[in-house]
Every structure is written in C-alpha cells, then in structure tokens.
C-alpha cells in the first residue's frame, strides 16, 4: 500500500509538471471557487461575532422630552425598575449625551455647536440580561415606556440584532450557493485536465492492465493529481484572502468594527482554513476519480 502511495504521488507530480499549463487552469478553477467561498465564510464569521457581542450587551435606550418633570422621570424609572429582564440602567443627562458625542464624533462637534444650544435628549440606557429568554416581554416594556409621559422615543437593540441574524443567514446562503456552483464547475474542470493526461498515457496503462497491474497503480496517479491540484488551488485562495485581508483591515476593516462596536475584524480560524484546504482536495479527489473511472 506504501508502495503504491508512493509511485502515485511520484508519477501525479510527474504529470503536473507535464501537463503545468493546463494544470493551471483547473488549479485556477478551484482557487476561484474556494475564494469566492472563503469570501462569504469570512464575512459570515465576522457578522455572527458581532451578532454576538450584541446579544450580550443588549440595551434599551429611552430618550426623555425636554420638558419632562422629576415626577415623570421617577414614573419612567419606576417603570423599567419593577421589570425582570432589566439588569440594569444608567441616567445620561443632556450635558453627559453631548460630551460623549464629541468624543465619539469629534469632526461634526462643530456642527453641533453651530446650533446654539443642546439638541440631543437625556435618556436611560437600560441593560438588558442577557439571560432572559424574554423577548415578548422587552417588547412590552418597550410599548409600555413608548406611552409613559415624558418619554419621546424608544430604541431597543434587539430590531439591530434580528437584522444582523437575518443578514448573516443570506450571505451564508449566498455564499453556499455560488461555493457549491463554482465547486461543480472546479470538479469538472479537474476531471477534464486528468482526462487530458490519462488520454496522453493511453498506451501505458493497457501496458500495465495486459500485465495485470492493480488499479491502486493505474488509477492512483490520476486521482493523486487530482488531489494535489485541489490542494494547491486551495492554498492560492487562502494566500489570496489572506493579502486581501491584510491590505483591507487597516484601512477599511479596523475604522467599520470600531463604528459598529466590534471588539476585532479576524481572519478565518485554524479549524475553517483546515476545512478550505481539505475542502479543495476532495473537490480535485472526486475530479481526479471522475476522469479515471473507466480506465
């Protein structure tokens, strides 16, 4: 078994530097394909981290009137007080939410001062417990504030999180989609590729089945070759995505996670750079049997 492992990964090599040019565009199908796939794993890993970084950080923001009295703001944190889901809450007044607005945006604090006076509202900001499977009744407290007097509007991060859900399972989808079309199409390609050279070696193998040659020799190489363009097509994407990345994240990436709250923008895991790699190799592995099927 050694024996036979041996001479087909020593006559796929062989072929590969025979046949390099047309190697080359089967090598280049898989590449294609697997970026394209590592693409969406890599944007889908990103959104389900934040998804939950927001989940559990979730918060309520009830922004009060102008006008409310300290009755109705004792009303208003009676409200949310009596409430199990809330864990816990803190008063931001007008002065607090117009200092944290220039820091955070600090180029449009000159906007603000344009104005005259202070535009933004004071306002609780809840926190939610993020243990609380309690959705319906966030969104009763939330109704319930919406009507209370003195409060004007009602923000809950919630509506931002099943969007952010919602998004990561269609450009999962999407992406497994095209993966799986262009992954069809690499197959193929790789299976018409080891046709070529199984053609240019026609007279050999019926050498070697009028001799009696176990298959593992006839049809190894070719599915070895198979294997090899999987694997190398694989790494091309990853070395890829890996540039793109690095040439993206501090100019694009790291300013978008920080506007958004994520703690990071990373790079596909170990475990998801394993499944790129093994994932181009039993592509080539099925193209590779594919075309020696028959011999």
């Given at each position: 078994?050694?024996?036979?492992?041996?001479?087909?990964?020593?006559?796929?090599?062989?072929?590969?530097?025979?046949?390099?040019?047309?190697?080359?565009?089967?090598?280049?199908?898989?590449?294609?394909?697997?970026?394209?796939?590592?693409?969406?794993?890599?944007?889908?890993?990103?959104?389900?981290?934040?998804?939950?970084?927001?989940?559990?950080?979730?918060?309520?923001?009830?922004?009060?009137?102008?006008?409310?009295?300290?009755?109705?703001?004792?009303?208003?944190?009676?409200?949310?007080?009596?409430?199990?889901?809330?864990?816990?809450?803190?008063?931001?007044?007008?002065?607090?939410?117009?200092?944290?607005?220039?820091?955070?945006?600090?180029?449009?604090?000159?906007?603000?001062?344009?104005?005259?006076?202070?535009?933004?509202?004071?306002?609780?900001?809840?926190?939610?417990r993020p243990d609380a499977d309690a959705r319906r009744a966030v969104e009763s407290l939330g109704e319930t504030l919406r009507q209370t007097s003195g409060v004007s509007d009602v923000r809950y991060d919630?509506?931002?999180?099943?969007?952010?859900?919602?998004?990561?399972?269609?450009?999962?989808?999407?992406?497994?989609?095209?993966?799986?079309?262009?992954?069809?199409?690499?197959?193929?390609?790789?299976?018409?590729?080891?046709?070529?050279?199984?053609?240019?070696?026609?007279?050999?193998?019926?050498?070697?089945?009028?001799?009696?040659?176990?298959?593992?020799?006839?049809?190894?190489?070719?599915?070895?070759?198979?294997?090899?363009?999987?694997?190398?097509?694989?790494?091309?994407?990853?070395?890829?995505?890996?540039?793109?990345?690095?040439?993206?994240?501090?100019?694009?990436?790291?300013?978008?996670?920080?506007?958004?709250?994520?703690?990071?923008?990373?790079?596909?895991?170990?475990?998801?750079?394993?499944?790129?790699?093994?994932?181009?190799?039993?592509?080539?592995?099925?193209?590779?049997?594919?075309?020696?099927?028959?011999?």
């Amino acid at each position: 078994m050694i024996r036979a492992v041996r001479y087909a990964i020593e006559e796929a090599i062989a072929s590969l530097w025979r046949g390099r040019q047309s190697g080359m565009l089967s090598t280049g199908t898989i590449a294609l394909a697997l970026f394209v796939l590592g693409g969406f794993l890599l944007v889908t890993a990103n959104l389900a981290e934040l998804g939950e970084q927001w989940s559990s950080a979730a918060e309520m923001s009830v922004y009060l009137k102008d006008s409310v009295t300290p009755a109705e703001r004792g009303d208003i944190e009676r409200t949310f007080g009596s409430a199990p889901v809330v864990g816990a809450h803190e008063y931001v007044s007008k002065g607090a939410a117009l200092a944290r607005f220039r820091r955070t945006f600090g180029e449009l604090s000159a906007s603000i001062d344009g104005l005259g006076e202070n535009p933004l509202p004071a306002s609780y900001e809840i926190r939610l417990r993020p243990d609380a499977d309690a959705r319906r009744a966030v969104e009763s407290l939330g109704e319930t504030l919406r009507q209370t007097s003195g409060v004007s509007d009602v923000r809950y991060d919630r509506q931002w999180l099943d969007r952010l859900l919602a998004a990561v399972t269609f450009v999962r989808g999407l992406g497994l989609v095209l993966g799986s079309v262009l992954t069809v199409a690499a197959a193929l390609t790789v299976a018409n590729v080891v046709r070529l050279a199984l053609y240019a070696r026609r007279d050999e193998i019926d050498i070697m089945q009028l001799v009696g040659a176990p298959q593992a020799y006839i049809r190894g190489p070719f599915v070895m070759e198979g294997i090899f363009q999987g694997g190398i097509g694989a790494l091309a994407a990853l070395v890829a995505l890996g540039l793109g990345f690095l040439v993206l994240r501090a100019r694009y990436l790291a300013p978008l996670a920080s506007s958004i709250n994520l703690t990071s923008v990373r790079f596909l895991s170990a475990e998801l750079c394993l499944f790129v790699v093994l994932g181009g190799m039993a592509v080539g592995c099925l193209g590779g049997l594919v075309a020696a099927w028959r011999t």
